[in-house]
């Protein structure tokens, strides 16, 4: 999994019915844009994060490469 700063992250809700959960990655802190990555939840919290197989990266087009 390769992300960049501005790049969206999705995680899929745990159970049938529960929200997925969406932020911003504002910083990669692994090699060549692996994880861990520091998120900015859209509820505004931020955590660092290793994504699992629940999560999906979204690119944007306005990340910094």
Request: charge should be positive; include cysteine.
């Amino acid at each position: 999994m390769q992300a960049s700063a501005g790049d969206r992250l999705r995680v899929r809700g745990k159970k049938v019915g529960s929200p997925d959960t969406e932020g911003q990655i504002i910083e990669v802190r692994g090699q060549d844009g692996q994880p861990p990555y520091m998120v900015r939840f859209d509820d505004g919290h931020e955590r660092l994060v290793v994504p699992g197989s629940d999560c999906q990266i979204v690119k944007t087009a306005g990340a910094q490469r």
